[in-house]
């Protein structure tokens, strides 16, 4: 069993940057690719980032490549996603979660994910 609890969301303006972070329980947290998604009001949750066990490997969608920085520390049993140049489409619930497969075909599919945190709001003002 995993626990996740993600935090650093609130309120920034456009352009502006926020630092969200993933902490899990449990001594197994290398053992887990570690993604985000988020959910915006009247929206299905979609993929944003994902980064290995090992953070040989990440994965970005499109909409958020080059502006979001996905990084992890294993010590700490922690998942970060530095946000830069945010927007006002980036509102919305973002969810830390976790996934044992180490197929990175499945990585981007939330129905995969084994473990979820509750979420933390993000909204950004133009």
């Known amino acids: 069993q995993v626990q996740l609890i993600e935090s650093g969301g609130g309120l920034a303006q456009a352009g502006g940057s926020l630092r969200l972070s993933c902490v899990a329980s449990g001594r197994t947290f290398s053992t887990y690719a570690m993604g985000w998604f988020r959910q915006a009001p009247g929206k299905e949750r979609e993929f944003v980032s994902v980064?290995?066990?090992?953070?040989?490997?990440?994965y970005y969608d499109i909409s958020v490549k080059g502006r979001f920085a996905i990084s992890r520390d294993n010590a700490k049993n922690t998942v970060y996603l530095q946000m830069t140049n945010l927007k006002p489409e980036d509102t919305a619930v973002y969810y830390c979660?976790?996934?044992?497969?180490?197929?990175?075909?499945?990585?981007?599919?939330?129905?995969?994910?084994?473990?979820w945190g509750r979420g933390t709001q993000v909204t950004v003002s133009s």
């Open positions: 979660g976790a996934q044992e497969s180490t197929d990175s075909d499945t990585w981007v599919r939330g129905d995969l994910y084994n473990y």
């Open positions: 980064v290995s066990r090992s953070s040989s490997v990440a």
